[in-house]
């Protein structure tokens, strides 16, 4: 079983991620932490208490980031994933409330507590794991891996022609990150895209899961109106839950070594930037960042199915 930090900012595709992490028998969730990104962070907070209740687990939810580390904030993409960030359907009361420790102090301490066992799994801006390495800088050899649901190596991207979401929020958390030398492996767009949930999918998942079933299936109803109306897709991309996959499932993608950055400014800011390893490139400052594992493919129709089975 693999212990894992879910890092997250839910978000409808968020959500289902996280009930695959709360579901899952070879998943050990130690905790959620929350970011801003798809929703504020109080938003982000109330969503990932209420996943956990609504699938009868006491899981520690830790508050993190409420702003990009030097930036200003974006505003949060409501036409996406609804004001609430479930995509606006109404959601009853939640129960418990937020660990004390901020998400960053959360990370430290469970690394610690278990040196080389946990993995970090982050699928919002990433500005909690900055944090947490400012805090404490010997984490990068006590996190079994860290991998990161952002970025786009060949795709392009989906909020400027080439920057993905979670990278374009937070690109200079996202640069300390990304060049910590922690083993590291990015499941971007290259391999996200490649994944469709389809209303049947859905319909499935809505009649197996409860009350939990009910909160996923209306927020997809949501999430699937904007990819219809502004991608031409019928169905919608299960991002975040790819990231798991790759964690359970990571002989149905394809992945390369090299080095990685992000652009932190200008037009082309929070574009990541690969150099696959050995290519004789006249050096620059992407080429000397450690190395990482990208995802560049994925068997797009088993991993669909795989979420959905799993889901
Ligand atoms: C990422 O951006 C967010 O809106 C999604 O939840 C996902 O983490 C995809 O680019
Ligand atoms: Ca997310």
């Known amino acids: 079983?693999?212990?894992?930090?879910?890092?997250?900012?839910?978000?409808?595709?968020?959500?289902?991620a996280i009930a695959i992490a709360?579901?899952?028998?070879?998943?050990?969730?130690?905790?959620?932490?929350?970011?801003?990104?798809?929703?504020?962070?109080?938003t982000a907070t109330h969503n990932a208490l209420l996943l956990s209740e609504l699938a009868g687990r006491e899981v520690p939810v830790a508050q993190g980031?409420?702003?990009?580390?030097?930036?200003?904030?974006?505003?949060?993409p409501v036409h996406i994933h609804g004001a609430n960030g479930l995509g606006d359907i109404e959601l009853p009361p939640v129960k418990g409330t937020a660990d004390s420790r901020s998400a960053a102090q959360f990370i430290v301490d469970t690394l610690n507590a278990r040196p080389g066992e946990v993995t970090l799994v982050?699928?919002?801006?990433?500005?909690?794991?900055a944090?947490?390495?400012?805090?404490?800088?010997?984490?990068?050899?006590?996190?079994?891996?860290?991998?990161?649901?952002?970025?786009?190596?060949?795709?392009?991207?989906?909020?400027?022609?080439?920057?993905?979401?979670?990278?374009f929020n937070d690109p200079d958390a996202a640069a300390r990150v990304l060049t910590a030398g922690w083993p590291l492996t990015l499941v971007g767009l290259d391999v996200t895209h490649r994944c469709v949930l389809?209303?049947?999918?859905?319909?499935?998942?809505?009649?197996?899961?409860?009350?939990?079933?009910?909160?996923?299936?209306?927020?997809?109803?949501?999430?699937?109106?904007?990819?219809?109306?502004?991608?031409?897709?019928d169905g919608c991309c299960p991002h975040d839950s790819c990231a798991l996959a790759w964690l359970l499932r990571s002989e149905l993608f394809t992945t390369q070594r090299g080095h990685l950055n992000v652009v932190t400014a200008g037009e082309?800011?929070?574009?990541?930037?690969?150099?696959?390893?050995?290519r004789d490139f006249i050096e620059t400052r992407w080429s000397r960042t450690p190395l990482v594992e990208v995802c560049l493919g994925v068997d797009g129709e088993a991993l669909s199915d795989w979420i959905a089975d799993t889901l």
């Open 198 to 233: 389809t209303g049947e999918h859905m319909a499935r998942i809505e009649a197996g899961q409860g009350a939990l079933g009910k909160v996923l299936a209306g927020s997809y109803g949501f999430y699937r109106d904007f990819y219809r109306e502004f991608l031409g897709i």
């Open 122 to 129: 982050t699928v919002g801006p990433v500005g909690n794991l």
């Open 22 to 42: 709360l579901r899952h028998p070879d998943i050990e969730l130690l905790g959620l932490t929350t970011t801003y990104g798809n929703v504020d962070v109080e």
């Open 65 to 76: 980031a409420a702003a990009p580390l030097l930036k200003e904030r974006h505003p949060p």
């Open 268 to 278: 082309a800011v929070g574009q990541t930037i690969f150099a696959p390893e050995g």
């Open 1 to 16: 079983s693999h212990p894992i930090i879910f890092d997250t900012d839910p978000g409808v595709d968020d959500a289902q």
């Open 131 to 167: 944090a947490a390495l400012q805090l404490d800088p010997g984490i990068t050899s006590k996190v079994k891996r860290v991998v990161v649901m952002g970025g786009s190596i060949r795709e392009g991207g989906n909020v400027t022609p080439v920057a993905e979401a979670n990278m």
